[in-house]
């Protein structure tokens, strides 16, 4: 249950959310790096919570979930006129 620095990449993006369970710095921001991990080690009841949220959202993040979301996709793109 560690707390994360992301940048906002990818599918990733789908399960890390900024405030949430996530710090988000744009990718080549050092100085909003260098603040995020700054403020992380100076608030533990930040670390605490964040840590634990991610921890909670990555595990309901199933393989079944995933599927299902790319099916959708799948559905949306094969409808499309």
Not at 6 to 32: E, K, R, S, Y
Not at 38 to 64: C, F, M, N, S, V
Request: proline share 7%; charged share 20%; glycine share 8%.
């Amino acid at each position: 249950a560690l707390p994360t620095v992301m940048t906002p990449v990818g599918a990733i993006t789908d399960v890390l959310h900024a405030g949430v369970n996530a710090i988000i710095v744009q990718p080549g921001d050092v100085h909003g790096l260098k603040a995020a991990i700054t403020r992380l080690t100076g608030d533990p009841a930040l670390r605490e919570r964040l840590g634990q949220a991610l921890q909670r959202d990555i595990k309901a993040y199933t393989p079944a979930k995933v599927m299902a979301q790319i099916a959708d996709v799948i559905r949306r793109v094969l409808q499309a006129p």
